[in-house]
């Protein structure tokens, strides 16, 4: 089974040129895929391709076993509930502390509260920031506002995680941590897809890459030369 698969797929913005042109690939249920190329070559695009927050121009395009370029408007809960997307604006609302921030997802399904609450809890221990439940946005370190958002992403247990640039504007040890948080949800099962153009991040992580860049596609075993 795939848990992903483009197949012959476009996109365009409004009249522009195409972004991405004929792209086709199938990832596994479990796998930890790198997307990279250099700036501008589309590789959030793929991303909110796959979390259903852009359509394909062309083309189809399967997550989790439903073709999402078939699926109707009133359907999208059920896509937002299978792919937890971190994008590099956090979107984090600043009005409200880190544990409202977390239980966003689960009360906007209908969760109860005490539920809603034990989970959020679970999902913040698990990217460290127990202890910071009360806590404002504007309150935390870049890094932690990141962990914030992936606790986020992760509370309603997503089968794919879609993550862009997670390390954009960290230093060293906070971008490993915040990739080890990735790698413990990915051991238990999580597909996980993360754009970069980081290098060293994946020499050290990478074992499959989608490089994205002028024009081509490319599907490489590792780091791409
Ligand atoms: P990357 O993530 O690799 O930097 P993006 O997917 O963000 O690349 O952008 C790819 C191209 O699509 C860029 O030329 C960008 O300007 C353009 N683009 C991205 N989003 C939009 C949009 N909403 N409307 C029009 N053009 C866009
Ligand atoms: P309904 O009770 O409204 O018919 P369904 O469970 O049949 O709801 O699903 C409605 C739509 O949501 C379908 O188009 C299906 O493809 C899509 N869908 C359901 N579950 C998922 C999922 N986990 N990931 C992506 N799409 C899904």
Known sequence: ANMIEFQHVFKSYGRGRNILADINFRIEPGEFVFV????GAGKSTL???IG???PASRGSISVNGHRIDKMPPRA???LRRAVGVI???THLLYDRNAMQNVMLPLTVIGLENSVAITRSRAALEKVGLSGKEDMKPIELSGGEQQRLAIARAIVNRPAILIVDEPTANLDDETARRIMEVFRDFNRVGVTTLIASHD????ASYASRTLLIEAGRFADVKGVPA
Do not use: I
């Open 36 to 39: 990279s190329g250099p700036s």
């Open 87 to 89: 994008l590099q604006d």
């Open 52 to 54: 259903g927050l852009e």
């Open 76 to 78: 999208r809960p059920y």
């Open 199 to 202: 290098r060293g991040l994946m």
């Open 47 to 49: 991303l909110k391709l």
